[in-house]
């Protein structure tokens, strides 16, 4: 009876482990749909980088002209988060790049561009947008500021630390003794500038030229 039950016991364990086999068999993906979510991936990352060219003159016409410059800026975070699909709709994960920041800005606060090619990438939860093709003048900004990077500074000879000697107590009072007479020798100078100062102040009542006396006519 024992024998009998051991075989039992290992038949119905090898039916267990034949289907745990042929579920997992089932559950996996073939070759065909693994070839399917590949080509999803790339069109997801083909999707990440977008160009736009977003007008901005109906939104900035509405508002006064001391505000139009800010208003386009505002104009290009809504227009990307309305068209990358950023159901939160929050501006703030809307990073605008400093030279298209620049290029807004360009003509001051009343005269922003009617209209902007820009160019979107989608970064986590956040859109960094950039311009699509730069000016000459933020080119050349571009390279000087890569070149200025690119240059390694010259590193700087290390001094010898100076060793701070501690003051004695002779030391310490020759230069109170200093500071003492220093301020006795401006108030002396304050003084004698006071008493000058009220000499020269002073008018004398006396007139400076007396009347002639004059001979009486007979």
Do not use: C
């Not at 790339?42 to 900035?60: C, G, M, Q, S």
């Not at 990358?84 to 005269?111: A, C, H, P, Q, S």
């Amino acid at each position: 009876m024992a024998e009998e039950d051991k075989t039992t016991e290992a038949e119905i364990k090898e039916e267990i482990e034949k289907k745990v086999e042929e579920k997992k068999e089932e559950t996996r993906p073939s070759d065909a749909e693994l070839k399917k979510t590949e080509h999803h991936a790339e069109k997801k990352e083909e999707k990440a980088w977008k160009e736009f060219i977003v007008p901005l003159r109906r939104k900035f016409g509405k508002v006064a002209r001391y505000r139009r410059t800010p208003k386009a800026i505002r104009a290009i975070k809504e227009f990307l988060v309305r068209h990358m699909k950023m159901y939160e709709r929050d501006l703030k994960k809307v990073k605008l790049d400093k030279y298209l920041n620049e290029f807004i800005w360009t003509r001051g606060i009343r005269n922003p561009p009617s209209r902007v090619r820009i160019k979107a990438i989608v970064d986590g939860d956040v859109i960094r947008a950039e311009l699509a093709e730069l000016t000459e003048a933020l080119k050349f900004r571009k390279e000087k500021l890569e070149r200025r990077e690119s240059k390694v500074p010259a590193q700087k000879k290390k001094e010898p630390e100076q060793v701070v000697r501690e003051k004695t107590e002779e030391e310490k009072a020759e230069e109170k003794e200093k500071k003492a007479a220093v301020v006795e020798a401006g108030q002396k100078m304050e003084k004698v500038a006071a008493k000058r100062m009220k000499h020269e102040g002073k008018v004398s009542k006396q007139p400076k030229t007396q009347p002639r006396r004059m001979a009486l006519q007979k």
